[in-house]
């Protein structure tokens, strides 16, 4: 599973929520941490960057115009980049009403928001450092943020906990910071590569077009940072024959927006 990708009973790959149950609920909102719980998915994946005074905060897009209200409340502040806006004005933005207005009123969540509904639902967290370049330092921040809400403890760095970046980079970064956390890298990288990266990471996440028999064997057959093999989990499922194929591939996670759709024809089999 994104991690342990420990398919929940050794039978097939785990289930990932994407962006949260993001076909369910507005995408990386507590509403859609709670629709993946009430789906019962194993792990969550959810986005995380940061506000212009420092804060942590869980969102897709470098700017708030496709998710939240902001560019009708601050007309003058196109293109409502991120940075641009503080932690209490974000807070303030509805992220809900853009999917439906069942959730008008949903908020921009903060990484530690997001980290203690997980924890009180038991999740599995696949955390990805979205567009890291843009904010120096944002590893340190996340290690951080980690730790106070108590997602570094034995138990949690074992089976519960995955942080995974575009970025090599910053996925190196964060392992030299706290080599103790699994780390993946996502994206594609030539298979000659595999095993530079794997002195760093756990995972290598590709887009599931590039998740080929051969690509997938390839990653699978080498170790990473921890000692164990090296696993992959593909973006985005969102189709049963898709899911199906996959899982026939052993790859071993698959990250969806319809986790309900996925495990269905993950049984089906
Ligand atoms: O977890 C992989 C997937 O989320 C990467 O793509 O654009 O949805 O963040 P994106
Ligand atoms: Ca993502």
């Keep these: 599973a994104a991690g ?9 790959p785990a289930v990932v929520a994407h962006r949260g149950a993001s076909g369910h609920a507005p995408e990386n909102t507590l509403a859609a941490v709670d629709a ?5 998915v194993e792990w969550v994946e959810v986005d995380v960057q940061r ?3 420092g804060e942590l905060v869980v969102i897709h897009d470098n700017d708030l115009a496709r ?3 902001a560019p009708e409340r601050y007309p ?5 980049t991120l940075t641009d806006f503080s932690a209490a004005e974000i807070a303030e933005l509805d992220a809900g009403s853009w999917y439906g207005p069942e959730f008008a009123g949903e908020r921009v969540p903060t ?3 997001v980290l ?10 696949l955390l990805e450092v979205k567009s890291p370049e843009l904010y120096p330092g944002i590893e340190a921040d996340i290690v951080a943020a980690l730790r106070e809400h108590g997602w570094l403890s034995p138990r949690t760095l074992r089976s519960a906990l995955v942080v995974q970046s575009f970025d090599a980079a910053s996925v190196r970064t964060l392992h030299e910071l706290a080599p103790r956390v699994r780390t993946g890298l996502l994206g594609n990288p030539p298979v000659a590569e595999l095993r530079r990266h794997a002195q760093y990471v756990d995972q290598i996440n590709p887009r599931h077009t590039a998740a080929t028999a051969e690509y997938v064997a390839a990653i699978q057959e080498l170790r990473g940072a921890h000692g164990r093999r090296l696993q992959v989990n593909v973006w985005t499922v969102n189709d049963g024959p898709t899911a199906f194929a996959l899982a026939g591939l052993g790859v071993d996670g ?6 309900d759709v996925v495990r269905a024809a993950l049984s089906s089999g």
Excluded at 4 to 12: E, F, I, L, M
Excluded at 36 to 40: F, I, M, P, R, Y
Excluded at 116 to 125: E, F, S, T, V, Y
Aim: a negative charge; aromatic letters at 2%; glycine letters at 14%.
């Design 4 to 12: 342990a990708a420990a398919p929940g009973h050794g039978s097939g």
């Design 36 to 40: 993946a719980a009430e789906l019962e």
């Design 51 to 53: 506000a212009g005074d």
């Design 67 to 69: 998710t939240t209200d």
């Design 76 to 80: 003058d502040r196109a293109p409502w």
């Design 111 to 113: 990484l530690g928001q």
């Design 116 to 125: 203690d509904r997980m924890a009180a639902h038991g999740q599995k967290l």
């Design 254 to 259: 698959i990250i969806t927006d319809h986790p």
